[in-house]
């Protein structure tokens, strides 16, 4: 299978759309919030299967030292196909020498992020405010 990366901002908002509702993401409820962060991110790599959105990463970065991975999504029916892996390899290409490279996992996810190259951030606790609810 052919996935193709595409570093765009322009993609139809019912595709992305529909890739959070199947991954029953939180922000899906969100739809507007959801477009303009997108659109806001400093790099958001898209995955293609033929005209298929089946993935899709965001970053949000300084430029220079710190960069943070806020969103990498993949459609159920690809998981485990490597398509997430070549986002956060695209990501590398651009951000691979930061001095800090920082993401917030869901525990199923710490072993996909680990073999990426992530560890646990010594003694450090993630935080967060987190609205729950539509627009």
């Known amino acids: 299978m052919k996935i193709e990366l595409k570093e765009i901002k322009n993609i139809p908002f ?13 922000a899906a409820d969100k739809p507007k919030a959801l477009e303009q962060a997108l659109q806001h991110a400093s790099t958001l790599v898209s995955a293609w299967h033929n005209e298929e959105l089946v993935g899709l990463g965001t970053a949000l970065s300084d430029g220079f030292l710190v960069v943070y991975y806020p969103h990498l999504i993949v ?3 690809y998981h485990k196909q490597g398509v997430g892996k070549k986002i956060m390899d695209k990501m ?5 020498n930061f001095h ?19 560890e646990r951030a010594a003694n450090t606790q993630s935080m967060w405010i987190h609205h729950e609810g539509g627009e």
């Not at 590398?92 to 691979?96: H, N, P, T, V």
């Open 100 to 118: 800090q490279q920082v993401l917030i996992a869901e525990a199923s996810s710490i072993p996909f992020y680990e073999k990426c190259g992530f």
């Open 92 to 96: 590398q290409e651009k951000y691979g």
């Open 75 to 77: 459609h159920p029916n």
């Open 14 to 26: 019912a595709k992305i759309l529909a890739l959070y509702k199947a991954n029953n993401w939180s």
